[in-house]
T-cell receptor
Framework: AQTVTQSQPEMSVQEAETVTLSCTYDTSENNYYLFWYKQPPSRQMILVIRQEAYKQQNATENRFSVNFQKAAKSFSLKISDSQLGDTAMYFCAFMKHEGGGADGLTFGKGTHLIIQP | DAGITQSPRHKVTETGTPVTLRCHQTENHRYMYWYRQDPGHGLRLIHYSYGVKDTDKGEVSDGYSVSRSKTEDFLLTLESATSSQTSVYFC?????????????FGPGTRLTVT
């Protein structure tokens, strides 16, 4: 079984600052995917970024980037030029690759990110 | 946005009553999932389906059953609701071939068992 740990229950930064959310995971799998999901107060789950474990290059999506360290089983999310709309819960999630996509996601407990004006 | 709806969106029920939550998709995706979200736990997988009439248990399946008679519908049933099943329930869909098997989530159902 996999476990995902987010060690920061809550973080608060000023608008326009850069913030990094931490995520570590434990697995014996070699092929897997990692995700960051955002959940704003509307409760909708929104995919922020994904990373395939076989890719060494870190994924980026506009202001969002990850630092994927496979050997250390670490998957942190960096948000640059933070905006008020980034205020949300952020969840790190893991999925095995075997199974052709049928397996569900294993989530961390989340980090509540607050962007202060 | 992926075409996923959940019904009802809110429900209050009494302990011991049966409850069925519905997830409906218009994307013709093969895989469907039910998660529950509780404070301090993130989202946890209850059951999932990998095709019509093909389902399997997730991490927290006790007290829940599911059915999928059509591609577009995935039902979650609480046979006899308990207060510990008060939660927000999310449905998600996915399809093989999508980059990273991305899962799209429905809007959630808030269930309160009194």
């Amino acid at each position: 079984a996999q476990t995902v740990t987010q060690s920061q229950p809550e973080m608060s930064v000023q608008e326009a600052e850069t913030v990094t959310l931490s995520c570590t995971y434990d697995t014996s799998e070699n092929n897997y995917y990692l995700f960051w999901y955002k959940q704003p107060p509307s409760r909708q789950m929104i995919l922020v970024i994904r990373q395939e474990a076989y890719k060494q290059q870190n994924a980026t999506e506009n202001r969002f980037s990850v630092n994927f360290q496979k050997a250390a089983k670490s998957f942190s999310l960096k948000i640059s030029d933070s905006q008020l709309g980034d205020t949300a819960m952020y969840f790190c999630a893991f999925m095995k690759h075997e199974g052709g996509g049928a397996d569900g996601l294993t989530f961390g407990k989340g980090t509540h990110l607050i962007i202060q004006p | 946005d992926a075409g996923i709806t959940q019904s009802p969106r809110h429900k209050v029920t009494e302990t011991g009553t049966p409850v069925t939550l519905r997830c409906h998709q218009t994307e013709n995706h093969r895989y469907m999932y039910w998660y529950r979200q509780d404070p301090g736990h993130g989202l946890r997988l209850i059951h999932y389906s990998y095709g019509v009439k093909d389902t399997d248990k997730g991490e927290v399946s006790d007290g829940y059953s599911v059915s999928r008679s059509k591609t577009e519908d995935f039902l979650l049933t609480l046979e006899s609701a308990t207060s510990s099943q008060t939660s927000v329930y999310f449905c998600a869909i996915s399809e093989s071939g999508l980059a990273g098997f991305e899962q799209y989530f429905g809007p959630g159902t808030r269930l309160t068992v009194t």
